[in-house]
């Protein structure tokens, strides 16, 4: 269907890799990355891309850091593993409180797990466990927004505002109560973007009063949008409107910051940009270890975890939480982000790219939206900007950005949730690192396959 020069993975070959798994009516290449560094990956057929999405938002600090490499292994031939309930060790003594420091009063304690999926578990596991443990056992329903993304544990599946997913979900898993998020280029009707944020703070409050404030256990949100929403950054004022309701019904507020967190927005914490409206709980991941090795984190108050500790303790465990060499790369991730002042690059190079795609809106007509904060950068294609119409599911807009950026040395991640029913966007999320010639490159090359694919677009609309 698309005209593509690049080598599709196809023959049945022991093991497989991922791709095996996939469905086979994908119809967008997955070269075959041989090397990475700084924003660039280089295939088998020596083609080289720009990572204009950090992977999944993963590869803040850039591909290729010997110094992490190295620190990771120096770990490795110290002291590889030692299993957290037999026995402590330095680097996660470290990076915890490391973490801890950055993160700032209210998260003075840190549980370490292997990514972002377990983060997300644990973070419920705990608040539940609390709850038990502090006589309020009713606490059992989880509310969380539709659209949204928390992960593909089975659980956290249950927790995603994601339609699709409902028939996987039936009689096997109990999902989470909806509420709407706070979108701000696709409101309904009758409502500008600070009253349609009103409007979804409201349905919070009721849907917490409707089931019970004594049954409802957390309201979970990413407070800067990812995969799910395009990075969607509701106003500031829904922020003091969902704490003080968590607050006044004993509901515990909880920030999914696996993508948005990190610096990625310009602040260390996503959270760090509304001081007044702090949640309970934080997890991060993806840019923890930012690719050199698979972590996550649950940021939690002291006043919290050292209470549960003195009741019956958090005793949930996998075998790689606090993994030595993990923390030994997140300790040297920290490192790099000190010394490439990572997180103020994040606001001053985000701005240059915002910038240069609201020039590129003036030429290219489908663009719709360019929304988000710091690095963490979405755009939105559609194909009325006038009405917002997205573009019809047939017309394989998802699969087409990511072609046409391949032609043109571009790796782009672009996302619909819910069968496009909230429209079709790709991130615009480099590596914090990149540096200002290469954003002028990242920039031209999307121009370019911008261009081509509007014309594209335009050809196809004439059929
Ligand atoms: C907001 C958010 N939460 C949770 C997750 C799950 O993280 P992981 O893929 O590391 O399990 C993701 C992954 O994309 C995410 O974007």
């Given at each position: 269907m698309f005209n593509s020069p690049l080598p599709q993975d196809s ?15 994908n119809k967008v290449p997955l070269p075959l ?10 295939d088998s057929e020596?083609n080289?891309y ?346 394989c807009?998802t699969d087409k950005i990511r072609i046409y950026g391949l032609n043109h040395g571009l790796m782009i991640?672009s ?34 396959a911008?261009?081509e694919l509007?014309?594209n ?7």
């Amino acid at each position: 269907m698309f005209n593509s020069p690049l080598p599709q993975d196809s023959g049945p070959q022991a093991g497989g890799g991922q791709t095996a798994f996939y469905a086979r009516s994908n119809k967008v290449p997955l070269p075959l990355i041989e090397k990475a560094s700084g924003i660039y990956f280089w295939d088998s057929e020596g083609n080289r891309y720009i990572d204009v999405s950090s992977g999944p938002v993963v590869s803040n600090i850039g591909h290729g850091n010997s110094t992490v490499a190295e620190r990771m292994a120096e770990q490795a031939k110290t002291m590889e593993y030692a299993f957290p309930r037999l026995a402590r060790n330095h680097p996660n003594i470290e990076y915890s409180g490391r973490l801890a420091e950055l993160a700032g009063p209210g998260f003075e304690r840190v549980h370490l797990t292997s990514g972002g999926s377990e983060a997300m578990e644990n973070a419920i596991k705990f608040l539940r466990q609390y709850a038990i443990a502090t006589g309020k056992s009713s606490k059992t329903r989880i509310i969380t927004c539709e659209p949204s993304y928390h992960g593909a544990t089975i659980a956290t599946l249950a927790m995603n505002g994601e339609i699709l997913m409902q028939p996987f979900l039936d009689g096997f898993a109990e999902p989470s109560v909806k509420v709407p998020a706070p979108l701000n280029y696709r409101t309904p009707a009758g409502y500008d973007a600070a009253g349609y944020a009103l409007h979804c703070a409201k349905c919070l409050d009721s849907t917490i009063q409707k089931l019970g404030k004594e049954n409802v256990l957390a309201f979970v949100i990413e407070p800067i949008g990812g995969l799910s929403t395009g990075c969607v950054v509701p106003p500031g004022e829904y922020f003091s409107h969902i704490r003080e309701i968590c607050t006044r019904h004993d509901v515990h507020l909880v920030f999914d910051e696996i993508l948005c967190g990190m610096g990625r927005t310009g602040r260390f914490l996503a959270a760090h940009h509304w001081p007044e409206a702090m949640p309970d709980i934080i997890t991060l991941a993806k840019g923890l270890a930012s690719g050199y090795s698979p972590l996550g984190a649950v940021l939690a108050p002291a006043v919290m975890v050292d209470k549960l500790a003195d009741l019956s303790g958090f005793e949930f465990q996998y075998s790689y939480n606090a993994n030595p060499v993990s923390c030994a790369a997140g300790l040297a991730v920290l490192e790099e982000y000190e010394n490439r002042d990572l997180v103020n690059r994040a606001d001053s190079s985000g701005k240059k790219i915002l910038a240069g795609l609201k020039r590129l809106k003036t030429s290219i007509s489908i663009i719709g939206d360019i929304r988000g904060m710091g690095m963490l950068l979405a755009v939105e294609l559609v194909a009325d900007p006038k009405t917002k119409q997205s573009f019809p599911n047939e017309f394989c807009l998802t699969d087409k950005i990511r072609i046409y950026g391949l032609n043109h040395g571009l790796m782009i991640y672009s996302r619909q949730t819910s069968g496009g029913k909230y429209g079709h966007w790709f991130l615009v999320s480099p590596p914090l690192t990149i540096s200002d010639e290469e954003i002028d490159e990242l920039l031209e090359g999307l121009g370019s396959a911008l261009s081509e694919l509007q014309a594209n677009c335009l050809e196809s609309g004439r059929r």
